[in-house]
């Protein structure tokens, strides 16, 4: 038995090019012994998703919303919005409900909602519902955030960095994680927005008292959030 294994070990060795002679390894002249390292699969991931192209559409009809506030026609707008949050809470479920979750949602989702709050607040800003100064602290936040983005993408690419693969999304690297006041301070945005629309459909005035509470409040947290996700180490 001891002689069978032996000579099966020994035959195998022969196969792969060397030889074993009184019990030492010899091998091919010229034969260092060095193989090829095995090739490291690419990772890809399903980009076409249910939740992704929910999350598209939102970021698409985004601008829409923003040219019906433009023109006078809140209540649409508003409607419009209501929409939009169903679809965001839709694609949330249907990603964990059936394992679609992916490194490209995890981008497109937050995308999509920053996308709808930039529209929302150049557009309230601009028809005179929302004070310019906080309109330019919550979008200069996300400009800043956004860069930081581009910069963290490249760095945490995985081998070989390439142009071609840092805009093919379905190669992942960093997923991204809000942090605990960030959650919070996009719950005061929306719901400051929200209000802020449904100001001139109520007939409320646009100084009311708790708006400028709420713009307030709202306000330290988008600077908050700003600050820990550039100094945390989980976002």
Known sequence: MAWTLRRSWQLGRAIHGTTVLGGQERRPEGDTGAREPAAVADHHERVVTIPNALTLARIVSSPYIGYLIVQGQ?????GGCVVFGLTDALDGYVARRFNMRSFVGSILDPA???????????ALAYTGLL????????????????????VIRWATLPAPKRLGRYFDLSVPSVEVRPTQISKWNTALQ????????????????ADAAYLVALQWITGATTVASGIGYLTSKDA
């Open 112 to 122: 999509a909602d920053k996308v709808l709050m930039t529209t929302l607040t150049v």
């Open 131 to 150: 004070p310019m100064p906080l309109a330019a602290v919550i979008v200069g936040r996300d400009v800043a955030l956004s860069l930081a983005a581009v």
């Open 74 to 78: 809140y209540e649409w707008a508003l």
């Open 190 to 205: 929306l719901a400051l927005m929200a209000a802020t629309l449904a100001a001139p459909v109520l007939g409320v005035a």
